[in-house]
């Protein structure tokens, strides 16, 4: 994230302290996140990478998940000041029902959700249900292309309408953050790489990253 965030370190937080903090957690999604587009992402992975580089694929993204609970379970939290944000969860009233399912569908994410409500947390609702149907759609149209879904390349109309609407969609998760982290509460938001909620996050705001993905 860019703009007016500002980097801190992963540890203690202090609630009484009366200031917002955000940690940020970079994800990937796994095929368990895909939902409905699950297999079709998945073939269209196979055939750009081959078996085994898809094999190799999957074996990073648990590699990342694995760094991703190790460094939740360092921080030093309040949890029942907590609020999580999650990519792709939208601001419907079925929050906890939806972590529920793609967690039982093997989640690790959602799986992560639900352990961070045990402790406390509230789940919150992150995204336009609109613009995700709008993702839904363009996801749809690069399958039936046979076009990685995520490529940067590829037709430019196509590649214009993602770039537009990723940069909606994180307008929206920075005024979803802005409106609902209160003083003196901390938030979790994990979001896939591609986003940036740049200078959209109210400046007082402190945000916290917690893995080093340079690594």
């Known amino acids: 994230m860019r703009g007016q965030t500002r980097k801190g370190t992963a540890g203690a937080h202090d609630p009484e302290s009366g200031e917002r903090t955000l940690f940020y957690i970079p994800i990937i999604h796994t095929q368990a ?66 972590v529920t399912e793609l967690a039982k569908a093997g989640s690790r994410n959602h799986r992560l959700l639900l352990h961070l409500r045990e402790k406390g947390a509230t789940i919150m609702g992150t995204e336009s249900s609109e613009l995700l149907v709008e993702e839904y759609q363009l996801v749809k149209e690069a399958l039936a292309t046979g076009e990685p879904p995520l490529a940067t390349r590829g037709e430019a109309r196509r590649k214009a309408l993602r770039d537009s609407l990723l940069k909606r969609r994180d307008q929206y998760i920075a005024r979803r953050v802005n409106g609902t982290l209160g003083m003196g509460e901390t938030g979790l938001i994990f979001l896939g790489m591609l986003h940036s909620l740049g200078s959209w996050l109210d400046k007082d705001i402190r945000v916290v990253y917690p893995i080093d993905t340079t690594m």
Do not use: H, T
Not at 51 to 60: A, I, M, P, Q, T
Not at 70 to 86: D, K, N, P, T, W
């Open 33 to 98: 996140d895909m939902g409905a587009l699950s297999e079709p992402i998945r073939r269209v992975k196979v055939k750009r990478l081959g078996r085994k580089g898809w094999e190799r694929n999957v074996s990073l993204v648990d590699k990342l998940w694995d760094q991703i609970e190790q460094a939740i379970e360092g921080l030093v939290l309040a949890y029942e000041r907590v609020r999580v944000y999650q990519d792709g969860l939208p601001v419907c009233g079925r929050e906890f029902e939806i």
